[in-house]
T-cell receptor, first 114, second 116 residues
Framework: DQQVKQNSPSLSVQEGRISILNCDYTNSMFDYFLWYKKYPAEGPTFLIS?????DKNEDGRFTVFLNKSAKHLSLHIVPSQPGDSAVYFC?????????????FGKGTKLSVIP | DGGITQSPKYLFRKEGQNVTLSCEQN?????MYWYRQDPGQGLRLIYYSQIVNDFQKGDIAEGYSVSREKKESFPLTVTSAQKNPTAFYLC???????????????FGSGTRLTVV
């Protein structure tokens, strides 16, 4: 049973436009969410995170929105650049569980077209 | 520079052989993790360790073993009992957080294991 779902395996966006990557979760105990970016044959790199006490977190061109009632979060990239082309993983954690594990979604491959 | 080193980058194994993947970190992180990535499957947790000499099974631990004799090292052995070992293996580390803001994992660059 997948607790973190990224329902779009791929997304194509024109350079300069907005990229919106979506993520849904089912475990109501999750209270911390992260996005990772991964290039082929490399390890994922941390991009941005959000705590459940917030509904928005912004870092430069990247903004993450959290809708707790809908158990949904999204990553906005504005403006999109060709270097943003990668696989993006959504991850979630339950800080009360004590293990500090991250549960990952299957990823969304973003292609930014020049 | 601090980071996580995984070696080798590519590994070939014959069926029936055990093989060990190396993971070393110099970030002074307490926790270390092993994930497996298959196409279309995302990252699945194999084993994790929060302190030296202690480790816990993840979601897909069968056919794998680990040790944590030093804080810096968390090697993963893929045994002959693992029925489908061909995959991309990722090691990660993190501090054991005192508050949620410390959750970020640092990942290594991965090892691609192929059974021939």
């Amino acid at each position: 049973d997948q607790q973190v779902k990224q329902n779009s395996p791929s997304l194509s966006v024109q350079e300069g436009r907005i990229s919106i990557l979506n993520c849904d979760y089912t475990n109501s105990m999750f209270d911390y969410f992260l996005w990772y970016k991964k290039y082929p044959a490399e390890g994922p790199t941390f991009l941005i995170s959000i705590s459940s006490i917030k509904d928005k977190n912004e870092d430069g061109r990247f903004t993450v929105f959290l809708n707790k009632s809908a158990k949904h979060l999204s990553l906005h990239i504005v403006p999109s650049q060709p270097g943003d082309s990668a696989v993006y993983f959504c991850a979630a954690s339950d800080s009360g569980a004590g293990s500090y594990q991250l549960t990952f979604g299957k990823g969304t491959k973003l292609s930014v077209i020049p | 520079d601090g980071g996580i080193t995984q070696s080798p980058k590519y590994l070939f194994r014959k069926e029936g052989q055990n093989v060990t993947l190396s993971c070393e970190q110099n970030l002074n992180h307490d926790a270390m993790y092993w994930y497996r990535q298959d196409p279309g499957q995302g990252l699945r947790l194999i084993y994790y360790s929060q302190i030296v000499n202690d480790f816990q099974k993840g979601d897909i631990a069968e056919g794998y073993s680990v040790s944590r004799e030093k804080k810096e090292s968390f090697p993963l052995t893929v045994t002959s009992a693992q029925k489908n070992p061909t995959a991309f293996y990722l090691c990660a580390s993190s501090i054991v957080p005192g508050h949620p803001g410390d959750y970020g994992y640092t990942f290594g660059s991965g090892t691609r294991l192929t059974v021939v």
